[in-house]
């Protein structure tokens, strides 16, 4: 069965704090991607990554970074958090097929990130 | 109105029912892809549907594509309670760019 796994389910950090948000898959895709969701304005991309080290700015990149030192490993960085970084947060990794988005994407169960 | 925006945002049907939801969407696609979500939960891929295609079919969804008027819809035929959930299209291009909407959510009444 393919997984995509997230550290956390749910997250409470401070205001200026570094956050982590960890998601490993176990399929050996080359694409992995960072999404946040809120409501009245679907899923919007942070970063993705078509291969080890290399990482691409998605729609709503700032604030945020990302590190991939391994294939099976996306990291999202909030170098520090503010209270509008207040979502949930969905990684999902697919496999690459002369694109990033030509093939289904599998999504991890996603982290709920609270900032106070 | 965004790309890949779901229409209705609610639907609410009895068991048994079918449910249609529809996609519209601006700009030229490599694909679409429809995905589940169940409340609080990741989303899960359903269906992909090429440019090229007009149609398809897996189990009681039926999911078609109208590249002339930038528009899909879901048909989910025969609804069960189980199938309760937010269910969102993701339209891709050929630059490699995706967008979701912002989903319909749909209730099915027992």
């Known amino acids: 069965d393919v997984k995509v796994t997230q550290s956390s389910r749910y997250l409470v950090k401070r205001t200026g704090e570094k956050v ?11 694409n992995m991607f960072w999404y946040r969701q809120d409501p009245g304005l679907g899923l919007r991309l942070i970063y993705f990554s078509y291969d080890v080290k290399m990482k691409e700015k998605g729609d709503i990149p700032e604030g945020y970074s990302v590190s991939r030192e391994k ?3 996306f990291s999202l960085i909030l170098e520090s958090a503010s209270t509008n970084q207040t979502s949930m947060y969905l990684c ?3 496999l690459y097929s002369g694109g990033t988005t030509n093939t289904e994407a599998f999504f991890g169960q996603g982290t709920r990130l609270t900032v106070v | 109105s965004q790309q890949g925006e779901e229409d209705p945002q609610a639907l609410s049907i009895q068991e048994g029912e079918n449910a249609t939801m529809n996609c519209s969407y601006k700009t030229s696609i490599n694909n679409l892809q429809w ?3 169940n409340s609080g939960r990741g989303l899960v891929h359903l269906i992909l549907i090429r440019s090229n295609e007009r149609e398809k079919h897996s189990g ?3 999911v078609t594509l109208d590249t002339s008027k930038k528009s899909s819809s879901l048909l989910i035929t025969a609804s069960r309670a189980a199938d309760t959930a ?5 339209t891709h291009t ?3 760019k995706s967008t979701f909407g912002d989903g319909t959510t749909l209730t099915v009444k027992p």
């Open chain 1, 92 to 94: 999902a990794s697919s």
């Open chain 2, 35 to 37: 995905y589940r979500q």
């Open chain 2, 94 to 96: 050929n630059a490699g």
């Open chain 2, 60 to 62: 009681r969804l039926r």
């Open chain 1, 20 to 30: 982590f948000l960890e998601c490993v898959q176990d399929m050996d895709h080359e």
């Open chain 2, 86 to 90: 937010s269910y969102f299209c993701a």
């Open chain 1, 71 to 73: 294939k099976e490993r």
